[in-house]
């Protein structure tokens, strides 16, 4: 046993007990009543970073949410490693589908089960406690700062601020993120590309009140009605998205590129079972793989209007309301889609109601190059724990900030995931693998000594 997986071994419980502390923190960045909880989980990371070995460490205020900022130089003359990552969860909604309290992180099936397990919290406690292994036996090689946020589950709003406020203190020479997943267990992937987001709520107004619907139904527009048929046109028969100008600035992928891609070990029947469908759906043309990873796509994300509640009452609504995604692709400019859209779906509405729509959040697609001494680092160090080289791979995701990042402090961000598929990270049951989050642990203190020797 190499003396990584010693610390490890010796360490592994009491790894579990820290990060369990602050997975029950439950800090939901969407709702006002967990602010405390915010502040109360960045506090948990500034003791949890000292006690690893930072020299320093401080939570600093934004607009919305703090941010933590940690680093250890050792020397002001070597290269710089920004790890970046996020302490706030998703809501757990909807708590009934949860076979344990979602903040109660259990341990069942090899595999860690509560909010945040992965996505963040356990991800980005792979990096503190790799921090740690280096620092306890005198290894690390370069300069680490640490900047984790608690908004990026809202899009991040206060961090491009942050950055440009803060951006000589953030001076780095690459950023490092686990925040995204592998292909799967055995097959160890790099994510060399994200998806943009649009993100827009859209609100169809009728009748002034709600309207008995045996006196007025067929003879007054009834607004659910008409946001479901404007939905459904946002998009043919082929599955292509009908917004005019919607394409234009579309990278397509090379004939090569598709190649690549279809190399990547994909089992369709396989990623069928895990979410329990029968079929796949979306662009005509393309393979699954090739869907979520280079082409765009829209989606609703939730839609009401009218009674939902238990039994009968017999409105016509006088409102319908829907939150719509839209993932783009390099080169598409999420404020241009966010304008070609609001355009659109307000042409489509008849007259008798009106439209209104508002974005919520957004940001822009990202690409890595595969020839970056990062790209390389980070592909001799899964080599080396996983015993194969990684898959480079785009992922169908979005982490906004990735790309600002790149704009505001001209610096390439590596995406070392240690996810998978099956974490069903936004959902219930959310859960991270023990063998990834010790394997991650592992994984890390490579990247930094192949960086260092790349870099140089």
Request: proline content about 7%; hydrophobic content about 35%.
């Amino acid at each position: 046993m190499n003396q990584i997986n010693k610390y490890i071994e010796d360490n592994k419980d009491r790894f579990l007990d820290e990060l369990f502390g602050l997975i029950r923190i439950p800090s939901v960045s969407s709702k006002s009543e967990h602010r405390a909880d915010m502040q109360s989980a960045a506090e948990y990371l500034k003791s949890s970073l000292l006690d690893a070995g930072a020299d320093k460490a401080q939570v600093i205020p934004t607009d919305g949410h703090p941010v933590l900022y940690a680093e250890k130089i050792i020397d002001p003359s070597l290269p710089v490693v920004l790890v970046y990552g996020h302490y706030d969860v998703q809501p757990a909604e909807p708590f009934e589908l949860w076979k344990s309290p979602p903040f109660e992180p259990e341990i069942r099936q090899g595999r860690i089960w509560a909010r945040g397990a992965d996505d963040d919290k356990g991800q980005l406690f792979m990096h503190v406690k790799a921090f740690e292994y280096m620092v306890s036996f005198d290894i690390l090689p370069c300069n680490v700062k640490f900047m984790i946020e608690g908004e990026e589950e809202i899009g991040s709003p206060s961090l491009g601020k942050f950055c440009r406020a803060n951006a000589d203190k953030l001076k780095c020479d690459i950023i490092l993120v686990s925040d995204t997943s592998m292909i799967g267990k055995d097959v160890p992937s790099i994510t060399t590309g994200l998806r943009g987001l649009s993100y827009l709520e859209t609100e169809v107004i009728g009748p002034e009140r709600d309207l008995h619907s045996g006196l007025y139904g067929g003879a007054v527009i009834n607004p659910v009605n008409v946001l479901t048929k404007m939905i459904a046109s946002l998009t043919d028969e082929k599955n292509r998205i009908t917004i005019p100008g919607f394409y234009d600035d579309v990278l397509e992928a090379s004939p090569k590129e598709r190649e690549e891609m279809a190399k990547a070990p994909f089992d369709v029947e396989r990623y069928k079972k895990q979410i329990g469908v029968e079929d796949l759906g979306g662009e005509a043309g393309y393979s699954a793989i090739e869907r979520t990873g280079i082409r765009p796509s829209i989606d609703v994300n939730g839609i009401w209007g009218g009674h939902t509640g238990e039994g009968a009452k017999t409105i016509l609504p006088s409102t319908a309301h829907a939150k719509i995604s839209m993932r783009l692709v390099p080169n598409q400019s999420s404020k241009k889609i966010d304008e070609l859209f609001i355009r659109h779906f307000k042409s489509l509405a008849p007259p008798g109601v009106k439209v209104r729509t508002k974005v919520l959040h957004g940001g822009e697609g990202y690409v890595f190059p595969v020839d970056h001494p990062a790209y390389l680092a980070a592909s001799l160090a899964y080599e080396e724990t996983f015993g194969k080289k990684p898959v480079p791979f785009r992922s169908g995701g979005s982490i906004p900030i990735i790309s600002l990042f790149e704009q505001v402090l001209g610096v390439k961000s590596i995406l070392m995931g240690f996810g998978l598929e099956s974490d069903a990270i936004h959902s219930p049951n959310e859960n991270f693998p023990l063998w990834n989050f010790y394997k991650g642990i592992e994984t890390i203190p490579l990247f930094y000594k192949y960086f260092i020797e790349k870099a140089e």
